[in-house]
């Protein structure tokens, strides 16, 4: 493009931006998306002054994940879990597959968490769905560059520091979030199921569904072994109050499950054809953050063989995705 079509192009996105702002402030945190236009992620940082951190912020996720640059760090033990089931609403949100926790249920109005790399402790509130057209790019995070079949993450809020979600999320230390990165298989995951089965009902942006009693521990890794780093939301307004939490185990779910997500629609009935598969902010620059790990890297009595599950066996990784060990 020519350096005058290029001018023209950035006059365009200001003034669209600018106009919209003035005439539907009341819906601009909905105007965004994954796409690669002038809503995707590229631009988020210019179409709110308020999401300036997407542009600038230097704690940004997601991050790709070098095996050999992991620092291990033995004063990391293991997450505490107190609580199980969780009741909510499952809404699509055309960007988003998010499940939004019933603080006040019976089910979910203990789920806290604590431990790990954590000072406080930490209430489950949401659940996103990261996912996109092929088995091998639907991760947000990616390992030596390279992607999962979708990224699970669980968010919960510093309930110790602050009285709620939205003081949380825009504070320090405000908000955890867990990723689990989920793999095809032949094989049913009973707790991602009840998700599954109820993805009909919310095929369209706008549809919700009512979930009871989900096992959150059905839907984690059975592992303890964790990489974390500080850093970001990663949809707007992108603020950098997050501790990221990534399971170095998978866990598996099946073809018709994965192809249930693939069904969801990014727009309403009006509109049926755009997917909303896709939904997957570009890994961003670590910037000489640290990510560290409560796997033992080092020579001796610890087998990184056995410990470690993430290093690409290079051979096998053309055809699927697996669980891989370090060289």
């Given amino acids: 493009m020519s350096l005058l079509g290029m001018l023209g192009y950035f006059v365009a996105v200001w003034t669209f931006v600018t106009v919209w702002h003035g005439a539907e402030s009341s819906r601009w945190h909905t105007w965004w998306s994954y796409d690669s236009g002038i809503s995707g992620p590229r631009y988020w940082g210019m179409l709110n002054p308020h999401w300036s951190l997407c542009k600038k912020g230097r704690n940004q996720s997601p991050v790709n994940i070098e095996p050999k640059?992991?620092?291990?760090?033995?004063?990391?033990?293991?997450?505490?879990?107190?609580?199980?089931?969780?009741?909510?609403?499952?809404?699509?949100?055309?960007?988003s597959l998010t499940l939004d926790v019933d603080l006040g249920s019976h089910w979910s109005h203990g789920v806290n968490i604590s431990g790990g790399p954590l000072s406080y402790t930490y209430r489950v509130f949401q659940l996103r769905v990261h996912?996109?057209?092929?088995?091998?790019?639907?991760?947000?995070?990616?390992?030596?560059?390279r992607g999962f079949s979708s990224e699970l993450h669980i968010f919960a809020f510093n309930s110790d520091l602050y009285e709620n979600i939205t003081s949380a999320m825009t504070s320090p230390r405000g908000i955890l979030c867990m990723a689990i990165?989920?793999?095809?298989?032949?094989?049913?995951?009973?707790?991602?199921?009840?998700?599954?089965?109820?993805?009909?009902?919310?095929?369209?942006?706008?549809?919700?569904r009512e979930v009871s009693y989900l096992e959150l521990r059905g839907l984690l890794p059975q592992t303890d072994h964790y990489m974390t780093y500080e850093g970001s939301l990663t949809h707007p307004a992108c603020h950098e109050t997050v501790t990221w939490v990534i399971y170095n185990k998978p866990v598996y779910i099946s073809s018709t499950q994965i192809a249930g997500l693939r069904r969801l629609k990014q727009?309403?009935?009006?509109?049926?054809?755009?997917?909303?598969?896709?939904?997957?902010?570009?890994?961003?620059?670590?910037?000489?953050?640290?990510?560290?790990?409560?796997?033992?890297?080092?020579?001796?009595?610890?087998?990184?063989?056995?410990?470690?599950?993430?290093?690409?066996?290079?051979?096998?990784?053309q055809y699927q995705r697996e669980s891989y060990s370090f060289p």
């Fill in 69 to 95: 640059a992991l620092l291990f760090d033995p004063s990391l033990n293991s997450l505490e879990i107190k609580g199980n089931a969780i009741t909510g609403m499952l809404a699509n949100m055309g960007y």
């Fill in 131 to 145: 996912f996109s057209h092929s088995d091998t790019d639907g991760s947000e995070h990616t390992v030596e560059g």
């Fill in 181 to 208: 990165f989920l793999k095809v298989s032949n094989a049913t995951n009973p707790h991602f199921e009840r998700i599954h089965r109820a993805l009909d009902d919310v095929l369209y942006k706008g549809d919700k």
């Fill in 267 to 317: 727009d309403t009935k009006s509109n049926p054809v755009l997917l909303m598969a896709g939904n997957i902010r570009p890994v961003q620059s670590l910037n000489q953050r640290t990510i560290r790990t409560n796997i033992n890297l080092g020579e001796g009595a610890c087998s990184m063989e056995r410990d470690i599950n993430y290093a690409v066996n290079h051979n096998y990784f």
